[in-house]
């Protein structure tokens, strides 16, 4: 059973990531940048009688990790007060694999969202509101939010501790993971 962290921001060691791995620290996990794969824009094959498929890039070798975490947290920088255009046509291709009848059924998703102008009010209502609908159509379980205020690369980082809704996110995590290898062992 498996942690699966997704960063969609273009930075790979950026405030996303350190929010991200800080939130993580000490929960085994593996870290998935969306910048290094190959997405294409979902297309709609509705009424075309095309497969609901992409086969020319990345994306099914991603949902297969994907299909291997119970637990997946998200982390999406603001980028013009909504989620990074990496992580919209990821979501946008969970379309392909709800057609073609992946079981996103029972997934526990968390996000973390990081801007510098005030996300919690300006951006995660976008975000978290977009997210939890989502989850809720595809059966996911939607844990809940997190947003960091940061901007320059290092800035993150540098904070002394997370924001108290970060520790919040941690600790349901935390017990998320440890009942999950409990069940395993016994
Ligand atoms: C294209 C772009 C658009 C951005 N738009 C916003 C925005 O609308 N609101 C905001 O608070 N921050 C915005 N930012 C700032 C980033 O959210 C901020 O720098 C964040 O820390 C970047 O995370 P990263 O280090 O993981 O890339 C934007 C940054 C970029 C590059």
Request: net charge negative; hydrophobic share 40%; glycine share 6%.
């Amino acid at each position: 059973m498996t942690t699966l962290f997704i960063n969609g921001s273009s930075r790979t060691n950026g405030n996303t990531v350190a929010f991200g791995e800080r939130l993580l620290a000490g929960i085994p996990h593996t870290t998935l940048h969306l910048i290094d794969q190959h997405l294409n824009f979902d297309l709609d094959q509705r009424g075309t009688g095309q497969p609901q498929r992409d086969t020319r890039d990345d994306y099914e070798a991603l949902m297969a990790q994907f299909a291997a975490a119970d637990d997946i947290v998200i982390g999406t920088p603001v980028y013009w007060y909504n989620m990074s255009g990496q992580l919209k046509t990821f979501m946008d291709r969970w379309f392909d694999s709800f057609t073609t009848g992946f079981d996103f059924a029972g997934k526990r998703v968390y996000l973390l969202v990081v801007g510098v102008d005030d996300p919690a009010n300006k951006a995660t209502d976008i975000i978290s509101k977009a997210f939890a609908e989502s989850c809720d159509w595809l059966k996911m379980t939607y844990m809940g939010a997190a947003t960091a205020i940061a901007d320059g690369p290092t800035d993150l980082q540098q904070q002394a501790t997370l924001p108290a809704e970060a520790l919040k996110v941690r600790q349901t995590l935390v017990t998320m993971t440890q009942s999950v290898s409990r069940e395993t062992k016994s």
